[in-house]
């Protein structure tokens, strides 16, 4: 029986985390596409979106809230984000995780559409 060599194969290197957050503002880029249907500010500036982990693999995996619970696109807006970010170029598999904790407050949209929307 001849004798089998292990043969060391070098695992993928890693995203590292210059190019990981290279990665995530892409994916934000394309999030900035989908706009609230109330408001005329998308909704990655009106800050829904908390978090956005790109994985090794280019993964993604998104966290968002919504204005509120009883908000009327809480059934379809979650969706659109996910579809958004799939337009990433080389993008991996997208997930989505809508939480409620923290709540939505405009403290969380930026200065300049505070100051848009006349709250400032």
Do not use: K
Not at 10 to 32: H, K
Not at 49 to 61: K, T
Request: with cysteine; charged share 20%.
């Amino acid at each position: 029986m001849p004798e089998r060599i292990a043969v060391d194969r070098p695992e993928q290197p890693g995203l590292s985390p210059i190019a990981r957050s290279l990665f995530a503002n892409e994916v934000a880029e394309q999030i900035r596409t989908v706009y609230d249907p109330e408001l005329p500010v998308n909704v990655y500036d009106l800050g829904l979106i908390y978090d956005i982990q790109v994985a090794d693999n280019r993964d993604v995996h998104i966290m968002m809230t919504l204005t509120s619970p009883a908000c009327p696109v809480a059934g379809t807006l979650p969706g659109e984000v996910q579809m958004a970010a799939r337009q990433t170029p080389g993008i991996g598999t997208v997930t989505l995780e809508l939480t409620w904790d923290p709540p939505f407050t405009i403290d969380s949209m930026s200065e300049e559409v505070r100051l848009m929307l006349g709250l400032m």
